[in-house]
């Protein structure tokens, strides 16, 4: 079943000479459940497309159908809802919320939403996250590991379509980076959630059941993975 | 280049790095400058431009010496303390044959001023030019204006007498004429002054002219506005001629400019002088004018100058110190990175200190041309936009003079030292603490932009499981935003308090000093407060001509609508006044050095041994009770018109201006009293008719119906009492009359609504000018003009009262910048984290709401903390000015304080609506892109 489809993206940035093409004419469907990885070079347009899939970015010409849905002509306050619903977005600095403790950075999307804290869910995902004992911290008192075990619990808390991870572990150590990946993988594989993954990191890439080869803005390749590492 | 250079290298390229950050820093001192600038430039400007509105009354001269010989004339010239020196001789009387009001004004009174002595005098011509030799002459315009046939050209000529009186009667005793301070025995002869009013012949004296053989002839060569020496009410009009060399037997007056840099005390100064010249000699002082010069001996006036200046300097101080160190403190995070980096490669805590400062100081440099410039620009303008207010008042000081007094800033030196040391002493103190918070952060947690204390490592932050739970978002977010980021927040609380506090304090000084100068240079007098009246009518009642007159005038079908209130005084026992009101004299007495326990036993004895002289309010029955009914008083006697009846107005204020007890006044003191009477509702009120002589005294009682107060006669009426008042109907002003003659002055207001073509108000005006030659005398006026008098103290109040306004609004503009400098700062560290609430799916509104309910929390806090240290300043304050200056009340001023609140709320809400608006239009992913450590 199709949870994503992109046609045609172009985004272009500046204008007359200066005018640089982030993204030209990408196209490509993404099933429920799969896990897709985007790889590239810097300046490939990789992040570009992960804040356009994301909602917090609009192309300059296209469309982008979640579950459904055409992102792109919906208003600020509708695609905001869509955010918090729709997707799970996971950055590389992990941007989590300071003044809020483990627990209610977790809780914040869905707070966000209107809906009553599902206590049981939140203790679970902390539980699995390991950071039990951490939960009345602040992000500052925690190591960058912690922290993005923290942002990627926001991002599954409430079951989003689509979880998009901006280079999750580009900040990190490897043993670290290593248990945020299998993190990720576990959540695509146990909890069948869409993930699409940006990384620099070929063996991480190699994991997808998909990659995509961005190169200057275009999509120059969209191989299935055959044999998993 | 040394380590020093290197730090300064440095600081200098993070400066022109952070641009942003350095360009408010540097708006933060220029604005200090400014305001320092306005506080002491404008503060000279302004006594500069009150010393010229003082000028108006007396002229500019600082001193005038009496009778000198032009000898020691001439050593008074050549002392290095005077700067200006003009001569002026008083001639005497000549006939005045041009007069238009021969009977009343029948002389000119001649004097001679040199050309300077024309200048400090403020002689103004109304046409011609000025006398340029002793025999060219300008004469008072108010000889015009009484029908004159004088004019540019006339040749006036006579020989100059001195007047005497001489009295017709016999016997022992003698006629006393008070205002003229003479006192003519029975069959004696007196010297009068000038100003004495011309009785040629009447059944009780004759007057006299002793030719002095000296004649003069002068040429009219111009007419001159009535100079303010010229008595309205005396026999002559004024002439002023020129000056040519003096003969060794001459006396002379001399008029002088000091350059009061050299002076320290006018008054030990006018010692010296005497010393010098010869014990008799007399000095007079221009006390307004050194008052303005800040040299005066009006110790009252000088004291609350000094009070406010001081005062406004360290709001000043305060405002900027806050602006600064708000600045500073919120650019700590950033500032610590590049001192973390300079501290990595060996730059020491001192060496990072000299950053700040370096910073400070090169901000300060070109800050200091600019602000001193900007606060000139502000001087001017404020002086341009006040202006046409204090020409109306100096207009209503000096009718028909030219009110346009020019307004030149003034810039000194040492007004440039004090604006130029404050500065820097401000900066140094604003910079002190980030410098030191600065230093002490090691190089690991600047560089890693971790610049917490370790233990907070360990802190927990409890989740708001109730928030949490109940699904508010936007609160959890405020909470937790307004406590756990202390950093950002403390600059918005201090800056909502700072706000509060100065505006608060400033416009509870500014009123203090409003009401300390309103009850330095009131009046004492009543005036009846409903604005029901067209006209009033005065007369003493004690003429029954007049009485009469004005009864018949007042028949007539015109007026509408009337009402009498008489006003006179009586002696009370000494007993009738509460201890509250004897302390209080007490303390007046010992105001004044001589004085000792012996004496104030003594003046008891003497002085106050019987009676006490108090001032009475005549009313009619209907306004007697209404008074009675809203103070505390038993109704059965105030309504009873047969009764004599009073009431006792329980406020008085008592200053040394009006109690003058001994010679050595130590220092201005003012003292309210709110219980002046012990004779209490149903007591009595034991009133005599004051006679010295035992065989005369009337002992006599009044009925105490009740008390009143300001606030309970506040409708009706409003009185500045410097001695104590009653109130009494007309069967008791009956009684009192009755026993101590009558001695009431009378003032009749009234309507007269059906005079539509105004005859009726023509005719009595006529009658009114007639009064005067009938001996029927009266006086009428507009009721709405009947408070328009004022005098000089009281201009010049006023114009403070404007100035102190002004100034509130100055350190408001300041207050509004910090706050939105806070406000401003805190959403611009915070655009990363607003673009992460939106990424995670936070819409607008959900945005607003949480800035909302944050600006709310933070202004709690701040308005607490406000009233925590206003109460504290203001308590503080409240001591220093009433230790200072006496008991008076200067109640806080509770509702402005809402008002203040409530203005600093809307502030603060519109200012963080506009800054998360432009926070909520940049980019997410910008935003998010902006990588931090």
Redesign the interface.
């Known amino acids: 079943m199709e949870i994503l489809r992109v046609e045609n993206i172009v985004k272009e940035y500046g204008d007359g000479e200066t005018k640089v093409r982030a993204l030209d004419g990408v196209s490509f469907s993404v099933e429920k459940g799969e896990f897709v990885s985007v790889i590239g070079p810097s300046g490939s347009g990789k ?1 570009t497309l992960l ?1 356009i899939l ?1 909602g ?2 609009k192309p300059t010409s296209g469309k982008v159908f979640i579950d459904g849905t055409d992102i792109c002509s919906l208003g ?2 509708k695609l ?6 729709q997707i799970g ?1 996971v ?1 590389q ?1 992990y ?7 483990i ?2 950075n977790i ?3 869905h ?7 599902d ?1 049981e869910r939140l203790d679970s995902i902390v539980e699995h996250l390991g950071l039990n004992d951490r ?4 992000p ?2 925690l190591s960058g590991g912690q922290q993005q075990r923290v942002s990627i619990g ?1 991002a599954l808390y409430s079951r989003p379509a689509i979880l998009l991870a901006d280079e999750p572990t580009g900040n990190l150590d490897r043993k670290t980076g290593d248990e945020i990946a299998a993190l990720l993988k576990e959540s695509n594989r146990v909890q069948k959630q869409t993930l699409i993954l940006i990384t620099h990191d070929e063996r991480l890439a190699m994991q997808a059941d998909r990659v995509f080869f961005l190169e200057d803005g275009r999509l120059i390749r969209n191989e299935t993975v055959r044999a998993k590492l | 280049m040394n380590s020093k250079n290197i730090i300064f290298h440095v600081t200098k390229k993070y400066m022109k790095l952070n641009r942003r950050r350095t360009a408010i820093t540097f708006i933060g001192i220029v604005f200090m400058v400014m305001l320092m600038t306005c506080v002491f430039a404008g503060k000279a400007t302004v006594m500069k431009y009150l010393q010229k509105v003082a000028a108006l009354d007396k002229g500019s001269w600082h001193m005038i010496v009496y009778d000198l010989t032009p000898e020691q004339a001439e050593n008074v010239r050549s002392l290095d303390e005077v700067e200006t020196a003009g001569l002026s001789e008083q001639l005497g009387v000549i006939e005045f044959p041009q007069s238009g009001d021969k009977e009343y004004k029948p002389f000119l009174n001649v004097k001679a001023y040199s050309p300077e002595s024309f200048q400090m005098t403020n002689i103004t011509l109304k046409e011609g030019r000025l006398p340029e030799n002793a025999n060219e002459i300008i004469i008072s315009d108010s000889a015009i204006a009484d029908g004159s046939s004088v004019k540019l050209g006339d040749t006036i000529s006579g020989e100059y007498f001195t007047r005497s009186i001489t009295s017709k009667k016999s016997g022992d005793g003698f006629t006393s004429f008070p205002f003229f301070n003479v006192e003519l025995p029975y069959g004696g002869t007196v010297e009068v002054s000038n100003d004495f009013l011309p009785y040629f012949e009447n059944e009780d004296y004759t007057e006299n002219r002793i030719m002095s053989g000296r004649t003069g002839e002068y040429t009219v060569v111009g007419i001159m506005n009535a100079p303010g020496f010229e008595k309205t009410s005396g026999a002559c009009y004024s002439a002023l001629c020129g000056m040519d060399e003096l003969a060794a037997s001459d006396k002379v007056n001399m008029m002088l400019t000091f350059d009061l840099d050299k002076i320290d005390f006018i008054y030990e100064f006018r010692e010296d002088l005497k010393r010098m010249i010869g014990g008799d000699v007399i000095g007079e002082t221009n006390e307004l004018v050194l008052t303005f010069a800040e040299k005066g001996s009006d110790s009252s006036i000088n004291g609350l100058t000094i009070f406010v200046e001081i005062f406004f300097t360290v709001l000043i101080m305060a405002a900027s110190v806050v602006l600064i160190y708000n600045v500073f403190n919120m650019s700590f995070a950033e500032r610590t990175k590049y001192l973390g980096m300079l501290s990595s490669v060996g730059a020491t805590g001192r060496q990072k200190r000299q950053s700040i400062y370096y910073e400070c100081f090169a901000l300060l440099i070109p800050a200091l041309p600019v602000g001193i410039l900007a606060g000139l620009g502000v001087i001017t303008g404020g002086m341009k936009l006040i202006k046409p207010n204090l020409d109306k008042l100096i207009g209503v000081l000096k009718y028909g003079v030219k009110t346009d007094i020019p307004v030149s800033l003034k810039l000194g030196l040492t007004e440039l030292c004090l604006i130029i040391g404050m500065c820097v002493v401000t900066v140094m103190i604003s910079a002190l603490i980030p410098a030191i918070k600065i230093s002490k952060i090691g190089p690991v947690e600047s560089i890693r932009g971790n610049t917490e204390k370790s233990k907070k490592k360990k802190k927990r932050y409890a989740t708001r499981k109730s928030l949490l739970e109940k699904g508010k978002p936007e609160m959890l977010l405020a909470v937790n935003g307004t406590t756990r980021s202390k950093h950002l927040t403390r600059s918005i609380v201090r800056s909502v308090a700072a706000f509060a506090v100065l505006v608060m304090v400033t416009l509870y000084g500014a009123k203090s000093v409003i009401a300390l100068l309103d009850i330095m240079t009131g009046e004492s007098g009543w005036d009846y407060v409903p604005e029901d009246y067209s006209y009033y009518l005065a007369y003493n009642k004690d003429d029954e001509q007049t009485e009469k007159l004005i009864n018949d005038v007042l028949e007539n079908s015109a007026v509408t609508k009337k009402k009498e209130i008489d006003y006179t005084s009586v002696r009370i026992s000494a007993d009738s006044l509460s201890g509250e009101f004897m302390d209080a004299y007490k303390e007046m007495f010992f105001r004044y050095a001589d004085n000792t326990e012996a004496d104030w036993e003594e003046h008891i004895e003497r002085e106050l041994g019987r009676t006490f002289g108090i001032n009475v309010i005549a009313v009619d029955d209907e306004e007697f009770a209404y008074l009675a009914k809203n103070g505390d008083a038993d109704m059965s006697i105030a309504e009873n018109p047969d009764e004599p009846s009073v009431l006792v107005y329980e406020n008085t204020t008592l200053s040394t201006d009006y109690y003058g007890l001994g010679n050595d006044l130590i220092g201005y003191r003012c003292i309210e009293v709110n219980n002046s009477f012990s004779s209490q509702k149903g007591g009595e009120l034991l009133v005599d008719n004051g006679s010295l002589k035992p065989e005369y005294l009337v002992n006599f009682s009044i009925k105490v119906a009740g008390t009143v107060n300001k606030d309970t006669i506040a409708e009706r009426f409003k009185i500045f009492a410097d001695t104590p008042y009653i109130f009494v109907n007309r069967s008791a002003l009956k009684l009192i009359n009755e026993n101590n003659g009558d001695h009431t002055l009378a003032t009749v207001l009234f309507r007269a609504d059906n005079d539509a073509n105004g005859a009726f108000i023509k005719q009595l005006s006529d009658l009114c000018e007639q009064s005067v030659n009938t001996g029927s005398e009266f006086v009428m006026g507009d009721y709405a003009d009947r408070n328009q008098g004022m005098n000089i103290k009281q201009v010049i109040a006023a114009i403070i009262k404007i100035l102190a306004y002004c100034f509130t609004a100055l350190i408001s503009a300041v207050c509004l910048l910090n706050l939105y400098n806070s406000i401003r700062g805190r959403a611009a560290e915070r655009t990363r984290e607003t673009a992460v609430l939106r990424s995670v799916g936070m819409t607008d509104k959900q945005l607003t709401k949480m800035r909302d309910l944050e600006n709310l929390m933070l202004l709690g806090r701040g308005l607490c903390a406000a009233a925590v240290i206003c109460a504290g300043l203001i308590f503080v304050m409240y001591r220093a000015m009433t230790g200072y200056f006496g008991r008076v009340e200067l109640p806080v001023p509770w509702v402005l304080s809402i008002g203040i609140a409530a203005a600093i709320c809307a502030a603060s809400s519109i200012i963080t609506r506009i800054c998360g608006s432009s926070a909520d239009k940049s980019d997410i992913i910008e935003k998010i892109r902006r990588e931090t450590v």
């Not at chain 1, 707070?111 to 804290?117: A, P, S, T, V």
């Open positions: 992040s804040h994301g917090v970015d600020e306050d905001a809802v869509f955010r918090r619903r977005l950055y600095f941007n989590l919320i300071p003044v809020l403790n627990d209610e809780a914040l999307p707070l966000l939403d209107g809906r009553k804290l206590r939960r009345e911290n602040l500052s008192q926001r």
